[in-house]
């Protein structure tokens, strides 16, 4: 894929310390990200790679640097306002067990104010891309749903307002092997027909290689490559992210 | 037997006392409700006025009620009658409100809150839309605990003038007159007993 020239997000010496911590949990993390771009953001836990992800719509400001999305620097942005224009997806999925599932879908199209023809045809259509039947699952609780299921409706619910930018914070962490595959295949397919930009938090190498059209692998804070997935298995730029690919080769010997 | 005598000679006596009491146990709790209300939104906007708020109401509640009773009349506005009984009553209160009210809402999924702020409602929204209605349970039962209280508290109201079933007790009390006393607690205890069984029942309707 070609990629845009149009830079949809655009890190500047991005640092972030948490109270009472004596290191940067983001690090001078400073690179551009393409629209239409599907990175991956890989990482073990501590590595600062959902911190990165928790500034882009700021629920977390950063202490030094800057965040430019399309051009407009998020520092003067409400935080509300960001956020209505950003998807947003995590793993423990957090739909709200009180209302259906229609309802958690048209949860950001409701605080747009949209008209309700336009809602229900909206829920309906993002229903289907996420694939599930309309008329079997709209009227449940999310209790009634499995794991996987919750989850794609966590998905539709993200996408209701059609954002440029998508935000997912290890969304399939939860999920087991087979319905985790199955929902990698999906989301590929939903971000290939989009043109959206996704940024997808994992520490299973495997998925941030798969799904990512180019991939951030962070330790300690820092960026240690950012670049495409064959580039990162051939020239690893330096010892970490060559432990992580002999890791994950280690693991193959065992087929 | 004499009881039940008493209680065909009196019944007059009796149902106003009865009646008396529960219009002044709903009128604070109605005022209980509302105040605590504002204060626990107040309390989500500013998380230290909240713990305040907790630790005062905590030692008001900690004040014997007939010294708070004493304590009152003096204040301007205040002096004997119902109007102070109210008053001690919704400050009373507001401990048990406040603690189950902020408790509940800050009791929801930190997942379900953060997906939320990440979808971008606003504070006012979160609490509204989403804390309010998964605390229910939590806030009925402050406002249950609260009832039963005042219910029982309301009973030394009489001691400030307020009537209502404690002047049962009061009176009979000076007049030696045992009967009264007897139909005061019985008063009192049934109906702080029936109202919590019902509020109890209808508790476990709310999911």
Known sequence: MMPSTTVAIE???????????NYNAVNDVDLRIYEGEFITILGSSGSGK????KMTN????????????????????????????IGYAI???????????????????????????????????????????????????????????????GLARALAIDPKIMLLDEPFGAIDAINRLNLQDELKRIHGG?????LFVTHDINEALKLGTRVIVMNEGRVCQFDTPENIVKNPTDGFVESLIRSCREQERFW | ??????????????????????????????????????????????????????YIFSIVYSIPSIALFALMIPLPGM?????????????????????NFITGLNGVDPAIVEAATGMGMTKAQLIYKVRVPLSLKPIFVGIRLALVSTIAIAIIAAFIGAGGIGLLVTIGLETGNDNRILWGVILAAGLGIITNAALVWVERKIK
């Open chain 1, 58 to 85: 700021r629920l977390l400001d950063p202490d030094s640097g800057d965040i430019i999305l399309f051009g407009e620097n998020i520092r003067d942005v409400d935080p509300v306002l960001v956020r209505r224009r």
């Open chain 2, 1 to 54: 037997m004499e009881l039940i005598q008493f209680a065909q000679r009196n019944h007059g006596l009796l149902l106003r006392a009865l009646s008396e009491h529960i219009q002044m146990v709903l009128i604070a709790l109605i005022l209980s409700v509302l105040l605590a209300g504002v204060l626990t939104i107040v309390a989500m906007f500013y998380k230290r006025v909240g713990t305040f708020l907790t």
């Open chain 1, 91 to 153: 793993q423990q999925v957090g739909l709200f067990p009180h209302m259906t599932i229609a309802e958690n879908i048209a949860t950001v199209p409701k605080l747009l104010k949209w008209d309700k023809m336009r809602i229900d045809d909206r829920v309906r259509e993002l229903t289907v891309l996420v694939g599930l039947e309309p008329d079997e699952f709209l009227t449940r609780y999310p209790a009634q749903l499995s794991g996987g299921q919750q989850q794609r409706v």
């Open chain 1, 11 to 21: 890190y500047q010496h991005v640092c972030k310390r948490f109270n009472g911590a």
């Open chain 1, 50 to 53: 959902t911190t990165l992800l």
């Open chain 1, 194 to 198: 989009l043109k959206k930009t996704f």
């Open chain 2, 79 to 99: 002096g004997l009658g119902r109007n102070t009984a109210i008053a001690v009553l919704v400050l009373y209160n507001q401990f048990m409100l406040l603690r």
